[in-house]
């Protein structure tokens, strides 16, 4: 594998991976901007609307029809929350032109589109064209209620919104379904352009060899651009609360849901990842074998460490009848790696599973994409490999230390109603 990045003007980055092994092209174009509750919407719904047509090819049909000529191309947007930061992208994948039937300069026509697309959006008179933004609309409006309905995800939204009460964590990225609603496709076009200005932009190209017209076509467009770039701050550590605050709703749910969220003030992220894989993320941990196993007080315990806000959450679905019982075990599983019980095989299985996760790294154009975006996030260029001796070098008291740095913020509990009880 072969990885390159490199700075087509301020604040925009073109890493190239080429990894001979794969058949396809990819490309990913990444916007990073302070998530802003008034914007939110706005933003998501400006590049969503990207993928939908644009100035030659004026309604999703069209543009579906495109892309399955080229072999079944695809493109597709995306918007993600990381701490503080909106993350708003176009990405695309196609057939390398090799394999093409008859010499079909697949990558060409696939890096035009592309290009129309991002730069030549299906827009006049300052605003989107009706049909296929209300297309787009409709999309957001149902992903946003998706999110509603899967009420593990939004039991985490929601703690994270009393977590992170007063910083730019604490909203959705799509923004509230009131907001999303009430966006115009002028609103929306406006914000795509704002963010096309003042956005952090890094670009990933991924394929089986070096190809420099995707750089130069992206280098080209966004000369045209006049940019105003805004820096963006990765990594903004959450300062815990001076007591932890509790915050209960009831909903018609029959599984009841808890979240617990920790806040560290250690720089040690390599020993508080492996942490968190002691305490609760493989099913040898702490968490899973203890609360879900052993004593039987919920349907699943998992952990996460969040490094972009220097957080951990421990969340679980769990009988109404068991929620103390529960949480005083998690608490306690915790303060059993704060006193020092960790033994080598929970340290090596940690590990081992963390190892098996970096190995997966490569084996998908979008796996590399995520993976270096994020080590660009965090500010290093270390590859799986490096990352994995990085975590080889926590020591047992390193995780000790880890799990002493953390202070109970805040509790969330999802409660089903009495009448569902």
Not at 12 to 19: A, P, Q, R
Not at 51 to 74: D, F, I, P, T
Not at 196 to 222: C, D
Not at 322 to 330: K, T, V
Request: with cysteine; proline share 3%.
């Amino acid at each position: 594998m072969e990885y390159k990045r490199s700075e087509l003007g301020g604040n925009i980055g073109f890493t190239s991976i080429i990894d001979e092994k794969f058949k396809t092209c990819s490309v990913y174009v990444r916007f990073a901007t302070r998530l802003a509750p008034a914007e939110a919407a706005a933003n998501s719904l400006g590049i969503g609307a990207l993928s939908a047509s644009n100035s030659k090819l004026r309604s999703v049909a069209e543009l579906n029809e495109r892309l399955s000529s080229l072999y079944g191309s695809a493109l597709g947007t995306f918007t993600r929350k990381r701490g503080d930061i909106q993350i708003l992208g176009l990405s695309a994948s196609w057939i390398c032109s090799r394999y093409s039937l008859d010499g079909e300069d697949i990558e060409g026509e696939m890096l035009d589109l592309v290009r129309d697309c991002l730069f030549s959006p299906n827009a006049q008179n300052g605003e989107f064209d009706a049909t296929p933004f209300r297309i787009t609309k409709n999309d957001l409006l149902d992903r946003i209620d998706a999110e509603m309905n899967n009420k593990r995800s939004y039991a985490l939204e929601r703690a994270a919104e009393s977590a992170f009460a007063g910083e730019p964590a604490e909203f959705s990225c799509y923004g509230t379904r009131e907001s999303a609603e009430a966006v115009t496709a002028a609103e929306a076009y406006a914000a795509y352009q704002r963010l096309l200005s003042t956005a952090q932009v890094e670009i990933y190209y991924v394929a089986p060899e070096p190809n420099n017209s995707a750089a130069e076509m992206f280098r080209r467009e966004f000369a045209a651009i006049e940019r105003h770039p805004q820096e963006c701050t990765f990594r903004a550590v959450s300062p815990a609360k001076s007591e932890p605050v509790t915050v209960t709703e009831e909903m018609d749910v029959l599984q009841c849901k808890t979240v617990l969220t920790f806040k560290s003030d250690s720089d040690d992220i390599y020993a508080l990842r492996v942490m968190s894989a002691v305490l609760g993320e493989t099913p040898v941990s702490k968490l899973f074998l203890n609360v879900r196993e052993k004593l039987s007080l919920c349907y699943y315990c998992a952990c996460r460490y969040i490094s972009s806000k220097n957080t951990l959450t421990i969340d679980s679905g769990v009988e109404k009848a068991n929620i103390e019982a529960a949480e005083q075990e998690m608490l306690r599983q915790l303060d059993e790696i704060k006193n020092g019980n960790v033994t080598d095989d929970e340290l090596e299985s940690a590990l081992l599973s963390m190892e098996n996760a970096l190995a997966a790294v490569g084996d998908t154009p979008s796996s590399y994409s995520s993976w270096y975006f994020e080590r660009f996030c965090d500010g290093s260029n270390v590859d799986p490999q490096q990352q994995a001796a990085l975590y080889r070098e926590v020591t047992r008291e390193r995780v000790i230390a880890a799990a002493r740095s953390l202070t109970l913020d805040t509790r969330y509990y999802m409660l089903c109603r009495e009448d569902n009880a």
